[in-house]
């Protein structure tokens, strides 16, 4: 009888023992998962301080400035040669407010473009004719989709008044150029599409 307790006191004991390392990697799994969703989320709502945001800005309005000049060049769509041009003013101007606010708080902004912003134009600057406007087009509405959200993100959370007041102003102006440079995408697409249907008509 006492045996028998013996026996199973013990199995209950080695059945605790066994349990407790997968009841502890189950804890393990679940506490790395919660640390990296909160990773995630905290990657994801982390804001830009202001002269973070001012040099980016900067970067970005050199781009558009060099972009649009390849477009006026470049473009065979009158659509993007129009869009490639008011890029070019419309970021020109964009980028003498930016360097005014900055100097008011002593911040240096970059003069070049940066190594992705120089890649992508080294890229669009190899393609000619139609795959050339479909290109810059698309790109122009993805970079003005994330510089919306960055640019309203400083309207509403920059600490800096010139720098926040600057983002504020220029985000109407990016907002239109979102809207045409979907336009000029919707163009491109329908100019492929009539010269496909000519190509196989002809054939």
């Known amino acids: 009888m ?3 307790k013996l026996f199973v006191f013990a199995l209950a004991v080695l059945t ?13 799994t679940k506490a790395g998962s919660t640390q990296k969703s909160t990773k ?10 202001d002269t973070e945001f ?4 900067a970067e970005g309005g050199l781009a558009e400035v060099k972009l649009g000049q390849l477009a006026e060049e470049k473009g065979t769509d009158q659509a993007v040669k129009d869009f490639g041009k008011r890029m070019v003013t419309d970021h020109s101007k964009a980028d003498d407010s930016l360097k ?5 708080d002593k911040i240096e902004l970059p003069s070049d473009l940066s190594a992705k912003d120089q890649a992508a134009y080294n890229r ?3 393609l000619s004719g139609e795959a050339f406007d479909r290109t810059y087009a698309r790109d122009m509405v993805r970079d003005h989709r994330t510089d919306i959200a960055e640019f309203r993100q400083e309207a509403q ?5 010139s720098i926040k ?11 239109d150029h979102l809207k045409l440079a979907r336009q000029v995408l919707r163009s491109t697409l329908a100019t492929n599409g009539n010269t496909t249907k000519k190509t196989s008509h002809s054939s």
């Open 16 to 28: 605790v023992l066994l349990g407790a390392p997968f009841t502890f990697a189950q804890s393990e």
């Open 2 to 4: 006492i045996k028998n």
């Open 165 to 175: 007041g600057f983002a504020s102003q220029t985000l109407p102006t990016l907002e």
């Open 100 to 104: 005014t606010a900055a100097s008011d």
């Open 157 to 161: 959370d920059g600490k800096d008044a």
């Open 54 to 57: 001012a040099k980016m800005a």
């Open 40 to 49: 995630n989320a905290t990657s994801t709502t982390r804001t830009l301080s």
């Open 124 to 126: 669009l600057s190899k």
